[in-house]
T-cell receptor, first 115, second 110 residues
Framework: GAGVSQTPSNKVTEKGKYVELRCDPISGHTALYWYRQSLGQGPEFLIY????????DSGLPNDRFFAVRPEGSVSTLKIQRTERGDSAVYLC?????????????FGPGTRLTVL | GENVEQHPSTLSVQEGDSAVIKCTYSDSASNYFPWYKQELGKRPQLIIDIRSNVGEKKDQRIAVTLNKTAKHFSLHITETQPEDSAVYFCAASMEGNLIFGKGTKLSVKP
């Protein structure tokens, strides 16, 4: 079956603009995670959903970042008033269930560049 | 919160040699420790994982060991091949979200 997909693959925006990044998890996976990966670093946790609700949003850096998953499948990460420091690859992952014992399958990422 | 340290940051070996990458974690409640391989410009892919009720796990040329007392775990790759060249990340998890190390860039020279 299809893996995790993310769109767009690349996004270039200007400082101060609003962006939306989309994640389509593997069908049937109830847990969905967002990570951010800067160059030369490991992925950094942002938020995770169990179904429609955000089970843990402790990794969101500030209130400019917000994510939704209204129907328990597709998720959108929203960034307001983008800053140059937001430039990174945003990775989405899904797993069959919540909890720490299920493999997380990653998408290809969205490379965000804020000019 | 959890903190994961990974060493070395770069590792160069000759084809056929073994490679070892080590990680330590801070939170004794962590109970799941996956290792991901990431090739340049690609997504991270799970290569092996271990849970806290197991001390060692092996899958062909790859093995992982876990020492819960010392809070460290290691990845061992034997008979390395050029296609093993990539960045490897360890991670620790307690409640779902993964906390990653900074990665090890492995280069296998033919």
């Amino acid at each position: 079956g299809a893996g995790v997909s993310q769109t767009p693959s690349n996004k270039v925006t200007e400082k101060g603009k609003y962006v939306e990044l989309r994640c389509d998890p593997i069908s049937g996976h109830t847990a969905l995670y967002w990570y951010r990966q800067s160059l030369g670093q490991g992925p950094e946790f942002l938020i995770y959903f169990q179904g429609t609700g955000a089970a843990d949003d402790s990794g969101l850096p500030n209130d400019r970042f917000f994510a939704v998953r209204p129907e328990g499948s597709v998720s959108t990460l929203k960034i307001q008033r983008t800053e140059r420091g937001d430039s990174a690859v945003y990775l989405c992952a899904s797993s069959p269930a919540s909890g720490s014992r299920d493999e997380q399958f990653f998408g290809p990422g969205t490379r965000l560049t804020v000019l | 919160g959890e903190n994961v340290e990974q060493h070395p940051s770069t590792l160069s070996v000759q084809e056929g040699d073994s490679a070892v990458i080590k990680c330590t974690y801070s939170d004794s409640a962590s109970n799941y420790f996956p290792w991901y391989k990431q090739e340049l410009g690609k997504r991270p892919q799970l290569i092996i994982d271990i849970r806290s009720n197991v001390g060692e796990k092996k899958d062909q040329r790859i093995a992982v060991t876990l020492n819960k007392t010392a809070k460290h775990f290691s990845l061992h790759i034997t008979e390395t091949q050029p296609e093993d060249s990539a960045v490897y990340f360890c991670a620790a998890s307690m409640e779902g979200n993964l906390i990653f190390g900074k990665g090890t860039k492995l280069s296998v020279k033919p």
